[in-house]
């Protein structure tokens, strides 16, 4: 019976309109579109990598083998299997014209290539005219960063390896580009068969062959994958297929769509408040109905549950609104996006992130709304005959803790397992508490401050200070509801610009003077005499380390299967570079056991790396099987030493005796140290003399890595500066409410003798405050939550950056203020006799 | 009558309503002498409190002109008129209008601090304890009941010792008995003071204790008001 009452009753206040809900339907639908939008990007892209999944892998399957093409018996298992096969060898070089020369990822393909999707070139031609080239010369198509680095155009010639050919377009869509993962270099593509004179595929060098394989329909993946296994030797081949066309990719986009989800998460916080704060002064507003609605008979229960259907109304529609904008903006921007991406996407309405979204939407709206509510509950009668503004704060009953407590498990919890982020999930939900904490604190304390400030002696005659302390710190002050939405906002912001500048400086500072100038490979044994002379007796070069470099899998420890023995580490994870030296290599420290006497030629002994030994759970003693170009080497471990991974020079997790390793075909590497000024030089020097050689730009491919987390950097801002709208509309709700309050404030003051700008200064000091107490706390806040990500996440020193903290603190102070200012213009103009009429 | 502390000479208000222009007061002349106590009466709705904000300078006359103390207040701007007040009015309504974020000695001290008086909590906490309230000037508005809050609204008005106090019904929210004392404590300020004193109200007994009382009627004075007034 209570619920057919409470629903009439509901009705009829709903029909007074929506006005007063501007800002609580705002909070909501923005929290609830950000990431709905968030949600469908992603699952935009995921669906894309998953339908495009062959076109993406190349083919329905993929079986890549390291530094070898297939054998004839390997190759006829793969035709008789499969109805098309395309070979595919893909290595690093140095394209050369004239005296510019830069380095890029070769992709050799031969006549069936590609299997799936095309290639789109400019000028437009297909792909096989391309590349049979032109005038006797084989034919390349080409990345335009390195054709414009390069400073040629269609028909310009250009060298890679000891090959000539011919450039004939720009290389527009590649459309496997995204399975390989992220090569090092603009990609440029050639017939494998034209290679054949570049010395560039001798044996040892670095370079993979990926053979795809196109089955018809309704084949058994799995099954085929289990045959290959059988019928192929397992080692060093690696089996993809279109189930996961694009691993890296595809883990990538998940994660970073999970933060950001997480971000929007918070922004729905921040708009929580909004929401708690419209309830509060909804109810407010009816407290007189309550009252009269109590005197004529309702029950509690009744009154409750008729605020509670009006809040779920008003959360049903907030949620649509949001979910709409979120599922339309991201279909409205679709074509942007697909520009900028150089992934597929099928941009659709996705029902998926959108429930995922509303279910946030809802649960965020209980766990504000349930404890305002509770207080519609505690109006007395007796309200009708007194003031309002100086409601007790009381605890509601103990039942709406406890469902709030619940209902926020259930979100966290929830978020937890959507976003597959558990533990990112947690930390950040416990931050964002211990924030909301912090800022409840705060925002008591400043109004406990500023009350007594406003008692403090010293501040008597100082009229317009002390009102302000004094209108802070009284009854029916904003603080709470201001400090709390703009202080989350500002800490989601903060802690963002703090991560990403220490996220810079660890770049830049854990990349000191002494890295290299040059990383290079593909050294051959008959070069390396020549190479080094060379490059030691440059002026300008202080430092040449080289050592050989073969690559190999660890497919044992002791007998057993590697994983199953040291899990999933990620010396594990496909092949390792190995190295062998008679003695320890200069600056490595042997840590424990001994290095193998210089001219030890008994069975094959390893030293491995101390600290990922010790992660692996590896003694001394201990059997490791490795195995290099399809060679099995059991090798005893003797020694560990430590390997410095971090100041990009020369270090091997595995060094194995000279004996162990000398006849198996390998090239050698090295790192060469040299001033800044000289590197171009260099690069055209060596290269000149040794064409088949590849040197990496360091400091090409640091700049690379930074701009990659530059562009994430730059998605987490905006999802920080979403959080911040938030913020804003609840700060602009909150001034909006307290115009009345203050034109009549105004009215008052100025009857008893104020000038408007004695006025103003009151309203402008009290924004300020509020500003102040937000950015403080935002910046301490922003501060822990840096420190936390930089030291727990990635394991590096953190320094506090101050200008983006003090722009944080006067980004604060200025928006309250502006919110504050663009809210006193009525108060400010409004007529006392007119105002304290309206009020009488 | 020498010297006249208001003089009002064909004052008229008009305000847009909802439905149309509106004449609230139509031309009305009108002196107080100084010391003098005067009682405004008449029918709900004829006018009497946008009169006394006319005096107040809280309301901008749309014609004739309204002088205080040989200011002429329809010249004034806003920020004149507000300084005007701090040294020379004090204001008492019907429903108190105190500030709500403010303690009853704050909102006594206000008037003080905005003239840039310098011992302005002494003189509040006297005024406030003129009226008997020094012990609750800690208090803020809602937790003091509708006769105490007059009397602070009372100490807030006279707290400046003011040339003239306007008042418009201070007892009409409250008892007869509470509304007793208030009266006395008013009379008893104007007393103190020497103020001049302008009273809205419907009470007969209390407009028999004015030295004179001028009738409105529909915005304009009534005739027997209006005779005097021209001598
Ligand atoms: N802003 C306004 N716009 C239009 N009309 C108004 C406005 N304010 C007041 N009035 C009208 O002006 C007239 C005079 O109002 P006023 O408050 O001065 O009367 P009053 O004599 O004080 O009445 P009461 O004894 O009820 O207090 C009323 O009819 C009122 O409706
Ligand atoms: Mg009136």
């Not at chain 1, 802070?472 to 400090?483: D, F, I, L, W």
């Not at chain 1, 290099?628 to 410095?644: H, K, N």
Request: glycine residues 12%; negative net charge.
């Amino acid at each position: 019976m209570s619920l057919k009452n409470a629903a009439r009753i509901a009705r009829r206040e709903l029909r007074g309109g929506l006005g007063g809900f501007r800002i609580f339907l705002a909070c909501l639908a923005l929290g609830v579109a950000a990431i709905a939008a968030v949600g469908s990007v992603r699952q935009s892209i995921e669906t894309g990598l998953e339908r495009e999944g062959a076109v993406i892998l190349g083919g329905d399957a993929e079986i890549e083998l390291t530094y070898r093409f297939a054998s004839e018996r390997e190759r006829a298992w793969m035709d008789n299997a499969a109805s098309a096969v395309s070979e595919v060898v893909d290595f690093r070089s140095m394209a050369v014209v004239g005296q510019e020369r830069g380095l890029t990822q070769v992709k050799g393909v031969d006549a069936a290539y590609p299997l799936y999707g095309t290639v789109q070139l400019d000028p437009a031609m297909p792909l096989s005219d391309a590349l049979a080239g032109r005038d006797g010369l084989a034919g390349a198509v080409m990345d335009g960063v390195l054709v414009d680095r390069l400073l040629i155009e269609p028909g310009d010639r250009l060298r890679i390896g000891a090959q000539e050919f011919v450039l004939m377009a720009r290389l527009i869509r590649e459309p496997d580009a995204a399975g390989g993962g992220f090569g090092l270099g603009p990609r440029t593509i050639v017939a494998t068969d034209a290679l054949a004179g570049s010395g560039l595929l001798e044996p040892g060098t670095l370079y993979e062959t990926e053979y795809r394989l196109r089955f018809g329909d309704g084949i058994d993946l799995g099954a085929m994958e289990a045959a290959a296994g059988a019928a192929l030797p397992a080692a060093g081949m690696r089996w993809r297929d279109r189930r996961n066309g694009a691993p890296g990719v595809s883990e990538f986009v998940e994660r970073l769509g999970a933060f950001l989800v997480l971000v929007g998460l918070a922004g729905l916080a921040v708009g929580g408040i909004g929401v708690s704060a419209a309830v509060r002064a909804y109810l407010d507003e009816k407290t007189a109905v309550i009252a009269t609605l109590k005197t004529l008979g309702a029950e509690t229960r009744t009154i409750f549950l008729a605020y509670a259907i009006q809040i779920a109304v008003l959360t049903g529609l907030g949620i649509a609104i949001g979910l709409v904008l979120g599922a339309l903006v991201p279909l409205a921007l679709a074509p942007l996006i697909k520009a900028q991406l150089p992934l597929p996407a099928v941009f659709a309405i996705h029902p998926g992130p959108l429930a995922e979204a509303a279910l946030y939407g809802a649960l965020a709206a209980a766990i504000f709304t349930l404890w305002p509510l509770a207080r519609a509950e505690q109006v007395r009668p007796a309200a009708l005959f007194r003031d309002g503004a100086l409601a007790q704060f009381r605890w509601p009953r103990w039942p709406y803790l406890v469902i709030t407590a619940l209902l926020l498990v259930v979100l966290v919890g929830s978020a937890a397992l959507l976003s597959g982020l558990e533990r990112l999930t947690l930390w950040s939900a416990a931050g964002l508490f211990a924030a909301f904490l912090v800022l409840l604190v705060m925002a008591f304390a400043t109004r406990k401050l500023a009350a007594r400030a406003a008692r403090a002696r010293l501040l008597r005659g100082r009229s317009t200070l002390r009102m302000a302390l004094g209108s802070v710190g009284g009854p029916g002050s904003e603080a709470g509801s201001v400090v709390l939405s703009l202080g989350l906002g500002l800490t989601v912001l903060a802690a963002v610009g703090q991560i990403d500048s220490n996220l810079r400086s660890a770049i830049a500072r854990d990349l000191p003077d002494i890295a290299p100038s040059y990383f290079v490979v593909d050294i051959q044994n008959d070069q390396l005499a020549e190479f080094l002379t060379r490059a030691r007796d440059d002026a300008q070069v202080s430092r040449v380390e080289t050592a050989p470099m073969l690559r190999g899998v660890i497919t044992q420890i002791n007998g057993q299967p590697a994983r199953a023995v040291a899990g999933d580490h990620w010396v594990l994870q496909g092949d390792r570079g190995i190295t062998y030296s008679a003695s320890p290599p200069s600056g490595a420290r042997v840590t424990d056991g001994t290095w193998w006497p210089p001219d030890y030629s008994g069975a094959p002994q390893v030293s491995f790396a101390a600290e990922e030994a010790q992660e692996m759970g590896l003694k001394l003693g201990d059997d490791i099987t490795i195995n290099v170009l399809g060679r099995d080497i059991t090798a005893t471990i003797t020694s560990f030493r430590d390997v410095d991974f971090s100041t990009a020079g020369i270090g091997f997790v595995l060094s194995m005796n000279p004996g162990a390793l000398q006849g198996a075909p390998h090239t050698h590497i090295a790192t060469i140290y040299a001033d800044q000024a000289a590197e171009a030089r260099l690069l055209r020097d060596l290269g000149a003399a040794f064409p088949n050689i590849t040197l990496i730009g360091v400091r090409d491919a640091i700049e690379r890595v930074a701009g990659m987390l530059a562009g994430i950097a730059a998605a987490v801002t905006y999802g920080a500066l979403a959080t911040l709208l938030t913020g804003l509309i609840v700060l602009i709700g909150a001034a909006a409410a307290g115009e009345r309050a203050r034109t009549y404030e105004a009215a008052i003051l100025k009857t008893l003798g104020a000038t408007r700008g004695t006025i103003l200064l009151n309203f402008a000091l009290r924004a300020a405050m509020f500003g102040l107490a937000a950015g403080l706390v935002a910046v301490a806040a922003g501060g822990v939550a840096g420190w936390a990500v930089t030291h727990f996440v990635m394991d590096s020193s953190f320094e506090f950056e101050p200008v983006s903290a003090i722009a944080i603190v006067t980004g604060g102070v200025a928006t309250t203020l502006l919110a504050g200012l663009g809210f006193a213009w009525r108060p400010l103009a409004a007529r006392p006799a007119q105002v304290l009429r309206a009020s009488e | 009558m020498t010297d006249p502390v208001i003089s009002l000479n064909d004052v008229r208000l008009s305000l847009d309503g909802n439905a149309g222009r509106v004449d609230i007061l139509r031309g009305i002349t009108l002196d107080v002498a100084r010391g003098e106590t005067l009682g405004l009466v008449g029918p709900s709705g004829s006018g009497k409190s946008s009169l006394l904000m006319l005096m107040g300078g809280l309301e901008r006359a749309t014609g004739g002109r309204v002088s205080v103390l040989g200011h002429d207040l329809t010249a004034m701007g806003e920020d004149a008129l507000a300084r005007f007040r701090r040294h020379h009015m004090g204001v008492v309504f019907q429903s108190f209008h105190l500030i709500a974020t403010m303690t009853a000695l704050e909102n006594v001290a206000t008037p003080l601090e905005l003239a840039g008086v310098g011992d302005a909590f002494q003189r509040a906490e006297a005024e406030l304890a003129a009226m008997g309230l020094a012990d609750r000037a800690g208090h803020y508005p809602a937790q003091l009941s509708g006769g105490e809050q007059q009397r602070v609204a009372l100490a807030r008005a006279a707290v400046s010792h003011p040339d003239i106090l306007l008042a418009d019904e201070p007892t009409g929210n409250l008892d007869g008995t509470t509304g007793q004392s208030i009266m006395d404590l008013l009379f008893g300020l104007r007393d103190r003071y020497g103020s001049t004193l302008v009273l809205v109200t419907h009470a007969p007994d209390l407009a028999a204790r004015c030295d004179r009382v001028v009738h409105l009627v529909d915005g304009a004075l009534a005739a027997a008001d209006a005779r005097d007034a021209a001598e």
